[in-house]
T-cell receptor, first 115, second 112 residues
Framework: DADVTQTPRNRITKTGKRIMLECSQTKGHDRMYWYRQDPGLGLRLIYYSFDVKDINKGEISDGYSVSRQAQAKFSLSLESAIPNQTALYFC????FGQGAGNEQFFGPGTRLTVL | AQSVSQHNHHVILSEAASLELGCNYS??????LFWYVQYPGQHLQLLLKYFSGDPLVKGIKGFEAEFIKSKFSFNLRKPSVQWSDTAEYFC??????????FGSGTKLNVKP
């Protein structure tokens, strides 16, 4: 299922480097999200966007920034990477509306390692 | 604070055993409820969802979940698990059509 794609899939970088993770979707959804997954902690929301002009902080936004370049694109940046940002990062999209059940569709993930 | 609790962090079962994974949430408004599964090395996939109607919902691969509003619960069940069900399972809540909140996940290991 290539409706939500993420690049890169794997990245190893050094402390202090700037990193950008990209997400693209072909589902036509307005809502996009960035999560990080750490063992035993589940998924934690970093940022979310309900449309192109809407950006909101999630529960763990410190050290991250985002850009919603278009309806289909939502990028996550680490301005100065640190080792505790080593994690699996997921992008997700969703529609709006009770009738659709507004489930989220996830990308394949980006495994980021900060040395 | 709004939260989603999954009580079992790691469950080990033999094939053909029955499964029940607990999920409780702490929102009082309109909720849509979800169970996602993550197979090893893969992304999250939707197992089932509840947004209205019959509180007993059926999903893929023989899974079902029951929404009990009075208990703020949405437990996942399967009568007979298979080795291929080995995965991590996440409960999620969408409150008032806003953000999604995820539980910490339950790792299920099914022994053949």
């Amino acid at each position: 299922d290539a409706d939500v794609t993420q690049t890169p899939r794997n990245r190893i970088t050094k402390t202090g480097k700037r990193i950008m993770l990209e997400c693209s979707q072909t589902k036509g959804h307005d809502r996009m999200y960035w999560y990080r997954q750490d063992p035993g902690l589940g998924l934690r929301l970093i940022y979310y966007s309900f449309d192109v002009k809407d950006i909101n902080k999630g529960e763990i936004s410190d050290g991250y920034s985002v850009s919603r370049q278009a309806q289909a694109k939502f990028s996550l940046s680490l301005e100065s990477a640190i080792p505790n940002q080593t994690a699996l990062y997921f992008c997700a999209t969703s529609d709006f509306g009770q009738g659709a059940g507004n489930e989220q569709f996830f990308g394949p993930g980006t495994r980021l390692t900060v040395l | 604070a709004q939260s989603v609790s999954q009580h079992n962090h790691h469950v080990i079962l033999s094939e053909a055993a029955s499964l029940e994974l607990g999920c409780n949430y702490s929102y009082g408004g309109t909720v849509n409820l979800f169970w996602y599964v993550q197979y090893p090395g893969q992304h999250l996939q939707l197992l089932l969802k509840y947004f209205s109607g019959d509180p007993l919902v059926k999903g893929i691969k023989g899974f079902e979940a029951e929404f009990i509003k009075s208990k703020f619960s949405f437990n996942l069940r399967k009568p007979s698990v298979q080795w291929s069900d080995t995965a991590e399972y996440f409960c999620a809540v969408n409150a008032n059509f806003n953000k999604f909140y995820f539980g910490s996940g339950t790792k299920l290991n099914v022994k053949p």
